[in-house]
C-alpha cells in the first residue's frame, strides 16, 4: 500500500472536500515537499463554483510554503529539510514559451510551445499545495529557499497574490509621479496598491466597499480610499485628477463594473492593467473606448512564477519595504478546510486571507 497524506479535493460544483490520497511520487527532476502553511486564493473559489473547470478528484491549491522532503536526482543546490517556496506558476524555463519571455503561458517543449495559462499547474492541471505534500515539477526552477528569519506568514503572499499584484503593477508601466487608481482591495488589489507605491507612483487611489479592506489599503500605500457605496467614483476621480484622468488604473476584481469604471477613468493615453478573474464576457463601451482612438493600452498578466520571481519578492519583504503578514487575518488547520472555504468564499468576519496549517 502506498503511503497516504491528507488533500483537499475537488469533488463536483460545490463541493472541495478533505480525502485520503497517496503521497506524490517524483521523477528525477521533481522535488517532493512537506508543505507546512497554505492559503486558498479567489481562483480556488472560481473552481468550488465550476466557474473554473478542472478534473474531479484533483488536489487543488497552488501557494505552497514547505520544507523539502524529498528531491530528485537531478535537482542540485537544494537539501531536504531546507524551508522553500514555489510559486503558483511553475513553468519549465524551457519551452518555446518561455524563452520567449512569456513563461506563464508555457505550453510544455512540443509544438509551438504555448497554452494559455499553461505555466499554472498547480491546482490546475496537476495536483496542488491544499494537501499534506506537493509534488514541484522542474524543481530546479521553480523551488526558491526561505531566507532566515521570516516565517511561513511574512513569506506566504509570494507564491501568488504578492507576485500577481506587483505584476498588475509592473504591467501598467508606473512611472515615478504617476497617478494610479486600484478597483478592488482585496488580497490582489492590496498587492497591486503597494506595488504601485513601490513603483513611485505619486498619487494612489483605491476603491472598494468594505471599511477592512479600505483601512488595509492605506496601511500599504494609498493616498486616498473610496467607497463606492457613498461615492461616485469615475466622478471623484476625475475630480481629483483635475479632470485629467489617470495614468494607470487597475482593475483587480474581475467584473464588468470594475473593468469599466477602470476604463472610464484613464486619461487618454493611459494604460488599463487587468488583473482579474473574468467569468462571463466583457463589453467596451464605446464613449468609454473613445472609439478605439484613445491611445489606451489594455493589458493583462498571469502571475508571474520560478525561483528569481520568489527570490525578488522574499527579499522585499526581508528588507522591511513591505510586511504583508497582516493579510492573514484567520488560520485553520488543513483538518478544517471546508471551514477556511466556507468563511473565504462568503467573505464573512473581514477576512482577507486566510493560513492553512498542514504541518
Known amino acids: 500500500m502506498p503511503a497516504m497524506m491528507k488533500a483537499a479535493i475537488f469533488v463536483e460544483p460545490g463541493r472541495i472536500e478533505l480525502d485520503d490520497k497517496p503521497i506524490p511520487d517524483i521523477g528525477p527532476d521533481d522535488a517532493l515537499i512537506r508543505v507546512t502553511t497554505t492559503t486558498i486564493c479567489g481562483t480556488d473559489v472560481h473552481i468550488l463554483k465550476g466557474e473554473y473547470p478542472v478534473e474531479r478528484g484533483l488536489t487543488v491549491g497552488h501557494e505552497p510554503v514547505g520544507v ?23 513553468p519549465s524555463f524551457t519551452s518555446y514559451a518561455c524563452q520567449d519571455g512569456c513563461s506563464a503561458q508555457d505550453g510544455g517543449h512540443h509544438g509551438h510551445g504555448y497554452k494559455p495559462m499553461g505555466g499554472w499547474r498547480f491546482g490546475n ?22 531566507p532566515d528569519g521570516l516565517s511561513d506568514e511574512q513569506v506566504l503572499m509570494c507564491p501568488d497574490i504578492m507576485s500577481t499584484g506587483f505584476a498588475g503593477a509592473e504591467s501598467a508601466n508606473i512611472r515615478i509621479g504617476d497617478s494610479v487608481a486600484v478597483f478592488a482591495q482585496g488580497p490582489i488589489g492590496l498587492c497591486a496598491t503597494a506595488g504601485a507605491r513601490l513603483r513611485g507612483a505619486g498619487l494612489i487611489i483605491a476603491v472598494d466597499g468594505v471599511d477592512e479592506r479600505l483601512a488595509m489599503a492605506r496601511r500599504l500605500g494609498a493616498d486616498v480610499v473610496l467607497d463606492y457605496r457613498k461615492v461616485d467614483v469615475v466622478d471623484e476621480i476625475r475630480r481629483l485628477t483635475g479632470g485629467r484622468g489617470v495614468d494607470a488604473a487597475i482593475e483587480a476584481l474581475g467584473l464588468q463594473a470594475t473593468f469599466e469604471n477602470a476604463l472610464r477613468v484613464l486619461k487618454p493615453g493611459g494604460t488599463l492593467s487587468s488583473l482579474g478573474v473574468y467569468s462571463e464576457d466583457l463589453t467596451l463601451p464605446l464613449d468609454a473606448f473613445s472609439a478605439g482612438l484613445g491611445d489606451n493600452r489594455i493589458v493583462t498578466s498571469l502571475c508571474p512564477g520560478g525561483k528569481e520571481r520568489m527570490r525578488r519578492l522574499m527579499g522585499i519583504i526581508e528588507s522591511g519595504r513591505l510586511d504583508l503578514g497582516p493579510l492573514v487575518t484567520h488560520r485553520y ?7 477556511a472555504y466556507d468563511l473565504f468564499s462568503h467573505q464573512r468576519d473581514g477576512v482577507l486571507k486566510v493560513a492553512v496549517q498542514a504541518g
Not at 68 to 90: D, F, H, M, S, W
Open 125 to 146: 492541471t496537476i495536483d496542488g499545495a491544499q494537501a499534506e505534500y506537493l509534488r514541484v515539477p522542474d524543481a530546479q526552477a521553480n523551488l526558491s529557499p526561505v
Open 68 to 90: 523539502i522532503e524529498k528531491l530528485g536526482v537531478n535537482v542540485k543546490g537544494y537539501a531536504e529539510g531546507q524551508r522553500v517556496i514555489a510559486g503558483a506558476i511553475c
Open 333 to 339: 488547520a488543513l483538518e478544517d478546510i471546508a471551514a
